[in-house]
C-alpha cells in the first residue's frame, strides 16, 4: 500500500468526529432556584462507588444556567449543555425540558 491510498481514508475518519456538538458535555438535572433574571440554579446529581470500601455515594453538583426567556421554574427536570463563559460563574445554558412536575 503506498502511503498516498492511506491519506484520504484517515482525512474521512477524522473529519466526522470533529463537530462541535459531539465534544459538548450534557447534564440532566432538577431547577432549584429561578429568582435571577435569565439564570437558572440546577442541581445535578450523580452516583458513584466509594474506591476503598465500595459503597454507593450520591454527589451532589449546582450549575448555574442560562435561561433566555425564564420558560423554567422551579422542580423542572431539565437537560444542560455546556457553552462558552457566560459570566463569572455561567458556563451552562438550559437545553430542554425533561419532565414538569404537576400542580396540586
Do not use: C
Not at 446529581?45 to 449546582?62: D, F, Q
Not at 422551579?74 to 459570566?87: A, C, H, M, N, W
Amino acid at each position: 500500500m503506498s502511503p498516498e491510498s492511506k491519506a484520504p481514508e484517515a482525512a474521512a475518519t477524522s473529519g466526522a468526529d470533529e463537530r462541535p456538538e459531539a465534544r459538548k458535555r450534557r447534564l440532566v438535572g432538577v431547577v432549584t432556584s429561578d429568582k435571577m433574571n435569565k439564570t437558572r440554579i440546577v442541581l445535578v446529581e450523580r452516583r458513584l462507588s466509594h474506591l476503598k470500601y465500595g459503597k454507593y455515594m450520591t454527589r451532589r453538583t449546582k450549575y448555574k444556567a442560562h435561561d433566555e426567556k425564564n420558560e423554567f421554574k422551579t422542580g423542572d427536570k431539565v437537560q444542560i449543555v455546556e457553552v462558552r463563559p457566560l459570566s463569572r460563574e455561567k458556563r451552562w445554558r438550559v437545553e430542554k425540558l425533561i419532565d414538569r412536575p404537576q400542580e396540586a
